[in-house]
């Protein structure tokens, strides 16, 4: 009996594609093969599972059939098997992209860009990936000539895929008080093989001082949520929005790195970026930031603190921003440090020694090297140094910039409800 059930399961199962291979025996309570069946007394229950990425072929289910009563298959319908297969290979999600995220100066992790292509033919440009917030806006041919020195710019009338979003606009200001407005195309675009067709491109056709002369940066793609999207009268989706419906899996990393080139991935995480287990926590996706809650901090060889700290990732922001308790508690530790008026904010000498600074999230911790925390000097070959980490307390949100993401491999994961992965490297 038990003989005959193995023979009649392996049938269904192959007719339901769902064979696994039974084992040889099968007259244990349970048949092993993990999905779920179970057996007793010359009775079988089996729970029946998805198959992940699985699409349905009509026309192998009928050859199945021909095949099951050892009829040959017409020659149309071997085709038709055929056609559907590569349809569905087709539709199965597998898009990646990879970039490298280069610090504009290798001096002084100031700012990340990262080469990315728009329209027909393609225009390369150098824009600075920002997950704090969600405008893609770059230099153009409507920005006034007065305000580029230096920067590539987009020319829309030079690409044959390029289309004006007519009547939209966009304006945005930035925490460090720099702004671009402008007007919208849509326009093919790639990130590192990755390819989004119509992605809402904004022009400048007006940027503040602080971004004329920033020559490196080309513009900015945000990563941000797209409600924080400034178009109008429609908000435009981000380019990881846009695609993500490709994305094997909804999720970008950031792998930034001390004074050399660090990786955006998308659609993938690259095992060989990390050390140990990812530790995933909850995201708070409004207003539209990446804010998550960290375990606490500490100090040097200090206590760690157990208060949690609610901030938000952000590749956009150079340095940490916390509460004004916690850098004051860090500057505490560093000979000469003083919150500077002049140079707003904490300063101290450029030899003094610094301590590391740990930050958990769940059960991991996370140490900032000393050497990430001594920002850069207040002028060119000044030896007063400007610190990695300081308060928060004029800003209204805590950050955790690039000093701190710097530290960590992270995935920012865009599935219902979206989360943040973090693990050491
Ligand atoms: O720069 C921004 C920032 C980004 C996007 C927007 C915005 C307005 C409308 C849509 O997006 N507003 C910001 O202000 N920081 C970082 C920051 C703030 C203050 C000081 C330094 N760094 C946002 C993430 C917190």
Redesign the pocket.
Same mark, same amino acid.
């Given at each position: 009996m038990v003989a005959v059930t193995n023979l009649v399961l392996t049938t269904v199962l192959a007719g339901l594609g769902l064979a696994s291979a039974l084992p040889p025996k099968i007259g244990t309570t349970n048949i092993g093969n993990g999905n779920g069946a179970s057996l007793d007394g010359g009775r079988a229950t089996l729970k029946q599972a998805r198959r992940p990425n699985y699409r349905f072929n009509g026309a192998r289910s009928v050859y199945r059939t021909y095949l099951k009563y050892g009829v040959p298959a017409p020659e149309d319908l071997i085709k038709a098997v055929a056609h559907t297969d590569a349809l569905n290979a087709a539709a199965v999600k597998r898009d990646t992209g990879s970039a490298a995220a280069v610090p504009i100066d290798p001096r002084f992790d100031i700012a990340y860009v990262t080469p990315v292509t728009i329209g027909t033919p393609p225009q390369t440009l150098q824009l600075d990936f920002?997950t %704090?917030? +969600? &405008?893609l806006w770059v230099f153009s041919s409507h920005t006034p000539t007065s305000q580029i020195r230096g920067q590539e710019i987009y020319t829309p009338d030079k690409s044959t895929t390029s289309k004006l979003l007519d009547g939209h606009t966009w304006s *945005?200001? #930035? !925490?460090?008080g +720099?702004a671009s407005r402008g007007n919208v195309y849509t326009d093919n675009f790639t990130v590192g093989g990755l390819a989004v067709a119509s992605q809402a491109i904004q022009c400048a056709q007006q940027v503040s001082s602080s971004f004329t002369t920033e020559e490196s940066i080309d513009g900015l793609l945000?990563l $941000?949520f797209s409600t924080?999207?400034?178009v109008n009268p429609a908000s435009q989706l981000t380019f990881f929005d846009n695609a993500k419906s490709k994305l094997g899996s909804p999720v970008f990393t950031a792998d930034l790195k001390n004074k050399q080139a660090g990786t955006y991935d998308f659609g993938f995480i690259d095992k060989a970026k990390y050390t140990g287990e990812i530790t995933y926590v909850p995201v708070n996706p409004d207003p %539209? #930031?990446w804010t998550f809650t960290s375990s606490g901090y500490a100090v040097g060889s200090g206590n760690f603190s157990g208060s949690p700290i609610t901030g *938000?990732a &952000?590749t %956009?922001?150079s340095?940490v #921003?916390l509460p004004t308790a916690i850098v004051t508690a860090y500057y505490r530790q560093v000979q000469g440090a003083t919150n500077s008026r002049n140079y707003g904010g904490y300063v101290f000498p450029c030899s003094a020694t610094l301590p590391p600074f740990t930050f958990g999230v769940g059960e991991t911790k996370f140490t900032i090297p000393a050497s990430y925390m001594s920002y850069a000097p207040v002028t060119d070959g000044s030896s007063t140094c400007f610190g990695g980490l300081q308060s928060s307390s $004029? *800003? $209204?949100?805590n *950050?955790w !910039?690039d000093v701190a993401l710097k530290a960590a491999f992270v995935v920012f994961n865009g599935a219902n409800p979206p989360t943040l992965g973090w693990a050491t490297k």
């Open positions: 920002d %704090g917030s +969600s &405008d *945005i200001t #930035y !925490g460090d +720099s945000g $941000g924080l999207n400034t %539209g #930031y *938000i &952000d %956009g922001t340095l #921003y $004029g *800003i $209204g949100v *950050i !910039g």
